[in-house]
């Protein structure tokens, strides 16, 4: 799926690994209108305790149904609670 006119978002949640920014895109990937990429940390020194993944970039569709955007925001939601 290509959607043109975007709004795009960044997410980051500090510190999780790599597998949960998988589920998490997984799931946001159901959400009809959503495009989501996983970016990497582009951070030139290495940190152990430092999350793989720099943040999550999604792409709203600019139709994109208030429902959908109230699901986004409860998933979002759920892992914040779940690993903050």
Do not use: W
Not at 18 to 44: D, F, K, N, P, W
């Amino acid at each position: 799926m290509h959607i043109h006119n975007v709004t795009c978002e960044k997410v980051e949640f500090a510190g999780l690994p790599l597998a949960v920014y998988r589920e998490i895109a997984a799931h946001l990937r159901q959400v009809e209108g959503i495009e989501v990429e996983i970016i990497t940390q582009s951070s030139s020194s290495f940190d152990y305790n430092q999350s793989q993944v720099e943040c999550l970039q999604l792409l709203l569709a600019p139709d994109l149904p208030v429902e959908n955007s109230k699901l986004v925001k409860q998933i979002l939601a759920y892992y914040q609670n779940r690993y903050a």
